[in-house]
């Protein structure tokens, strides 16, 4: 789906202040492309799937549609594309290791059935790529949205309190902690150990993956088999390693307690940490790897703004470009240490103790399209005043025009953000 009108206007009312200088006319038309001008030939093609060509961008991603021996499924980004790739690649492991072993066989048989009823198939993926998505466009609204959406919240309780209490009603908190957990914690420990396996992350999307998994633990209680079976994909590593082993080694209940126990010292009210616990896009593994950041930020003021932001994502694909830029930030505060947290933007901002100031973003392709520059107004509009600097760090790559016009706008501009934090050299602690 393209974007509403909704959307697109604040983008445009924006836009007036957003590129001093640089007509409309001027915007960067983001090229279809072949999937290799993006891809290693490794992620192009291979066993059992296909990059469908042309690759299509929005200003800030590429999108990916990979067709595929158990379905079609598209991809935002080269990040989430890997794990499509490393979950078809999981998937041709356990077809093939079924039709080895008799006590399988039944498990490849149900991998074949849900392929034609559970696959996702892409019948009109232009259309699905025709501007940035509806999350992202909440991701990068700026301070006005996230204001407005709050006092819209607080109306919006004021009118659905219990009479008399100001407290949430307990309908209002006892919904949603129902909903998060009949889709989350019903893991077994045997369904832990394939993913584990499998190096898999449990909460993956891939219905067809999940019921794969859920055949082989029911089989894994009560049939002993012996499988030669090799983990896909290159490793988790940092940040994702220590998140999936938590959620590998630890009952989904048990974590949950000690998310709890960890919230209640990071500095929100317990409404706050009531709805963190139980916002649905923010599954146990993104949950653990946000409580996890926040230890990595101890000693930084307004940590907990990134768990305020972390819960008013919309979409998964904001959860996820959400956890990537924090990503970014957290390898950034291992080599020059962050000061503060920079309140009413989306993107994780920091702020270092001589007050400049650093925008996260885990984009692949960064275009100077209209809906940039209007989120970048957004971003502008939001920081603090009398900034000596700013910096934008990307973990893809800028347009020429867009460099061009961000640098014109006072940004310091990184691009192929891991590599270049990696090559800083480590800074003395910042004073607080």
């Given at each position: 789906m393209g974007l509403s009108t909704a959307l697109l206007l604040p983008a445009f009312t924006l836009l007036a202040g957003a590129a001093d200088g640089v007509a409309a006319a001027e915007f960067d038309t983001p090229p279809d492309e072949s999937p290799g001008a993006s891809l290693t030939p490794a992620q192009v093609s291979g066993k059992n799937f296909k990059v469908r060509d042309p690759v299509h961008s929005d200003g800030l991603m590429h999108r990916?549609?990979?067709?595929?021996?158990?379905?079609?499924?598209?991809a935002y980004g080269r990040d989430e594309l890997e794990l499509r790739l490393r979950e078809i690649a999981a998937l041709t492991v356990i077809s093939e290791t079924s039709r080895s072993e008799v006590a399988l066989k039944a498990v490849s048989r149900g991998i074949e059935e849900d392929v034609k009823s559970l696959a996702s198939v892409v019948k009109d993926p232009v259309g699905t790529v025709l501007g940035i998505p509806r999350g992202i466009g909440h991701l990068l609204g700026g301070y006005r949205a996230r204001a407005g959406e709050l006092v819209g919240k607080v109306k919006e309780s004021a009118s659905n309190d219990a009479p008399?209490?100001?407290?949430?009603?307990a309908d209002q908190v006892?919904?949603?902690?129902?909903?998060?957990?009949?889709r989350y914690m019903g893991l077994s420990e045997a369904e832990r150990r394939w993913y584990a396996k499998l190096d898999i992350d449990p909460y993956t999307k891939n219905e067809v993956l999940r019921h794969a998994v859920r055949r082989l633990a029911k089989l894994?209680?009560?049939?002993?088999?012996?499988?030669?079976?090799v983990p896909v994909g290159v490793p988790y590593a940092g940040e994702a390693r220590r998140a999936l082993d938590a959620i590998y080694k630890e009952h989904?209940?048990?974590?949950?307690?000690?998310?709890?126990?960890?919230?209640?010292?990071?500095?929100?009210?317990?409404?706050?940490?009531?709805?963190?616990?139980?916002?649905?896009?923010l599954d146990p593994t993104r949950q653990e790897a946000l409580v996890n950041a926040m230890g990595a930020l101890e000693r930084v003021e307004g940590r907990e703004e990134l768990l305020r932001t972390a819960m008013s994502v919309t979409s998964e694909v904001e959860a996820e470009v959400f956890l990537r830029s924090t990503r970014l930030l957290l390898r950034m505060h291992a080599r020059r240490p962050v000061a503060r947290l920079v309140a009413g933007i989306r993107l994780p901002c920091a702020q270092y103790a001589d007050r400049r100031v650093a925008v996260f973003g885990a984009?692949?392709?960064?275009?100077?399209?209209?809906?940039?520059?209007?989120?970048?107004?957004?971003?502008?509009?939001?920081?603090?005043?009398?900034?000596?600097?700013?910096?934008?760090?990307?973990s893809g790559?800028?347009?020429?025009?867009?460099?061009a016009v961000l640098e014109q706008r006072g940004w310091e501009v990184h691009t192929?953000?891991?590599?270049?934090?990696?090559?800083?050299?480590?800074?003395v602690p910042a004073l607080r």
């Open positions: 990916y549609v990979v067709e595929s021996r158990f379905g079609e499924f598209e008399g209490t100001g407290e949430p009603s006892i919904r949603p902690a129902s909903n998060y957990v009949l894994d209680s009560g049939v002993s088999f012996g499988m030669k079976f989904p209940a048990v974590l949950r307690k000690k998310r709890r126990e960890a919230l209640a010292n990071f500095g929100l009210t317990p409404a706050e940490a009531e709805r963190f616990e139980n916002t649905l896009q984009f692949d392709a960064v275009s100077w399209t209209a809906e940039v520059a209007g989120y970048e107004g957004a971003i502008l509009e939001a920081l603090p005043p009398d900034i000596p600097a700013r910096e934008l760090w990307i790559t800028i347009s020429p025009r867009a460099r192929q953000a891991l590599d270049a934090i990696e090559a800083l050299q480590v800074s």
